[in-house]
């Protein structure tokens, strides 16, 4: 018979997001930071390839990368709605962890598995995050998408992108429960 862990089981069941502008002080420091990012690195990944690595955003990295999306709405030539709302999360955000895809070369791992396992080290992130206590909201945006804001932002390469922000922070209001998938309809078996 398998072993359960019922209270895992019951977390991942009811676990939910918290919307990143309802977070609040305080945040994690770097003591209490680094058992998530442990945890976050402990996922599947074809090859042992590890291609992810983290980019810690503190208060003051925040306000620099507001400017940054301003700029690059400038740039793009985004509306002042647009602009303002890339450059939203950094405006607001106390901390967060940029969760960096790097594609390593590899003949036998396709890059997708690579995206794949960077979009499993966001949510590892977030659920350790919340399992820890504190809230957490998993945010792109058009900021993140951008090669620009990546490399003036980030110092990205060119082999690297922004695979998810997770904003971490003390919760100061419940969200109401979001309608969940009906698991008949998307479920099939062969
Ligand atoms: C790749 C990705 C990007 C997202 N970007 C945003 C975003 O920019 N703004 C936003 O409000 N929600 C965004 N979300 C949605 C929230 O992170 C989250 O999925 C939603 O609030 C429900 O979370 P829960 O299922 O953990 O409760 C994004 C989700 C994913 C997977």
């Not at 709605?81 to 969760?99: H, I, M, P």
């Not at 997708?112 to 792109?140: D, F, I, K, P, R």
Request: with cysteine; aromatic share 6%.
């Amino acid at each position: 018979m398998p072993v359960a862990d019922p209270s895992a089981l019951a977390f991942l069941q009811n676990r939910r997001s918290r919307p990143a502008k309802t977070l609040g002080l305080p945040v994690p420091d770097a003591e209490a930071l680094r058992p998530l990012l442990t945890a976050a690195a402990r996922t599947p990944d074809h090859g042992k390839l590890e291609p992810w690595r983290f980019i810690v955003i503190d208060r003051a990295a925040m306000a620099r990368l507001a400017e940054v999306a301003e700029q690059r709405g400038a740039a793009l030539g985004l509306g002042p709605e647009d602009t303002a709302k890339g450059r939203g999360q950094f405006d607001q955000g106390n901390l967060a962890v940029a969760v960096i895809e790097v594609q390593k070369p590899s003949p036998k791992i396709p890059p997708l598995e690579q995206t794949y396992s960077a979009g499993a080290v966001c949510l590892a992130l977030l659920n350790a995050a919340l399992a820890a206590g504190w809230g957490a909201n998993w945010l792109s945006g058009w900021p993140s998408h951008d090669r620009g804001f990546m490399e003036k932002g980030f110092a990205l390469a060119p082999h690297e992108r922004i695979a998810g922000i997770i904003h971490i922070g003390t919760e100061t209001a419940a969200p109401p429960e979001r309608p969940r998938p009906d698991i008949d309809e998307i479920t099939t078996w062969l």
